[in-house]
Antibody, heavy 116, light 110 residues
């Protein structure tokens, strides 16, 4: 069955970097667009970024544009989120999400805490 | 403030029916499919409705979706205490080239 497993979260100081990873299995990864969605503590869902199946196009939320980079490795069935210049407001659970029929499969999430 | 507007909360008694609205614009709901998500406390969101009104396998027909113009609606009939959760609508915003979600609606089953 479809599985998405995120890793790489943790506590990081403001201004530092962190890279999140998402291991995908159970579907033909190279044909599916992949997204990152985050949820700050006690808040709603915020879409972060998307990468096309072949990696040819990437789009970002305004709040992370220029600081975050989404990428994927279709040989390893992995999607990544490189987060630079982190701010306190980036503190959230980050979900890796597949988009085929809607955002149909979500990982369990990985918590990123930006704090000094 | 979310681009898609949902009521912060709704409530109804067990067995009753409730609807949750999601209001957007011609650049998002008006030109793209809407999907709906249920999030139980401490868990990842779960897809309930995709492409405006389709249910994934395993989602009971108590859940339904509809869309008219720039607004969408999630309907839940035969409410159960287990339906208490946060519900989100989501779609693509064409002019922003970005995904968007509503602010979420907390459903209380009284």
């Amino acid at each position: 069955q479809v599985q998405l497993v995120e890793s790489g979260g943790g506590v990081v100081q403001p201004g530092r970097s962190l890279r999140l990873s998402c291991a995908a299995s159970g579907f033909t990864f190279g044909f599916i667009g992949m997204h990152w969605v985050r949820q700050a503590p006690g808040q709603g869902l915020e879409w972060v970024a998307v990468i096309w199946p072949d990696g040819s196009e990437k789009y970002y939320a305004e709040s992370v544009k220029g600081r975050f980079t989404i990428s994927r490795d279709n040989f390893k069935n992995m999607v990544y989120l490189q987060m630079n210049s982190l701010r306190a407001e980036d503190t959230a659970v980050y979900f890796c999400v597949r988009h085929y029929s809607g955002w149909d499969y979500w990982g369990q999430g990985t918590l990123v805490t930006v704090s000094s | 403030q979310s681009v898609l507007t949902q009521p912060p909360s709704v409530s109804a008694a067990p067995g009753q029916r409730v609807t949750i609205s999601c209001s957007g614009s011609s650049s998002n709901i008006g030109s793209n499919y809407v999907s709906w998500y249920q999030q139980l406390p401490g868990t990842a969101p779960k897809l309930l409705i995709y492409e405006d009104n389709k249910r994934p396998s395993g989602i009971p027909d108590r859940f339904s979706g509809s869309k008219s113009g720039t607004s969408a609606t999630l309907g839940i009939t035969g409410l159960q205490t287990g339906d208490e959760a946060d519900y989100y609508c989501g779609t693509w915003h064409s002019s922003l080239s970005a995904g968007i979600f509503g602010g979420g609606t907390k459903l209380t089953v009284l």
